[in-house]
């Protein structure tokens, strides 16, 4: 993340993010395959790691092995295999969906994970020992003996697929493939996303 100033002098906290070049790998179509998509291809994958399957997939498009590929099954305009689509797809001002995975957390309490203020809270001095960040009653006692299902209590947070929508293209910076877009976006530095208009 970064941040820039905008036309009318204000702050604008932005994610740059490299949308680019991407290699059109596959195109179904309704008559083959049932439903019409283009199959994206992205960033270089050495070829003693790619499988031999996925070797000949990539030759059919006449490009080196790539490591990530997305499916867009709503895409503008008419791509042919091996086409290239860069960053110029997107124009300023235009809004996007981004999706990527979400920093891992590891085990966290309900404090964290659930936004819980913790047993005695406003009385920690009152004979509360250690319940700051404690859940507390999880539900009554006979009846129904269990715990129901869904109830928020400590567990694995994050690492969860999370879509941010409707964001702005601040700026497309064509030569480096760079898409500036106002906010913040899931997942951690370096990770891939994709993004829908």
């Not at 957390?105 to 404690?134: I, L, P, T």
């Amino acid at each position: 993340m970064t941040s820039v100033f905008g036309a009318n002098g204000k702050y604008i906290p932005c994610t740059v993010i490299e949308a680019g070049p991407c290699v059109v790998t596959q195109v179904k179509t309704l008559e083959k395959d049932g439903y019409a998509s283009v199959q994206l291809a992205f960033g270089e994958k050495k070829e003693k790691h790619t499988s031999s399957a996925m070797k000949g997939h990539f030759a059919k498009a006449a490009t080196t092995p790539k490591r990530k590929i997305v499916e867009f099954k709503e895409f503008d305009g008419e791509k042919n295999l091996g086409e290239t689509v860069t960053v110029e797809v997107f124009a300023e001002g235009d809004f996007v969906d981004v999706a990527g995975t979400s920093k891992g957390k590891g085990w966290q309490g309900v404090v964290k994970r659930h936004g819980f203020s913790g047993v005695g809270h406003a009385n920690k001095s009152h004979g509360q020992h250690d319940r700051e960040r404690a859940p507390g009653s999880l539900g009554a006692s006979s009846w129904p003996s269990r715990v129901f299902k869904g109830m928020r209590m400590g567990g694995r947070m994050g690492g969860d697929r999370v879509k941010t929508q409707n964001l702005e293209v601040i700026k497309v910076i064509a030569e480096k493939n760079l898409l500036i877009i106002k906010g913040s976006v899931a997942g951690a530095k370096g990770s891939f996303v994709t993004i829908e208009k």
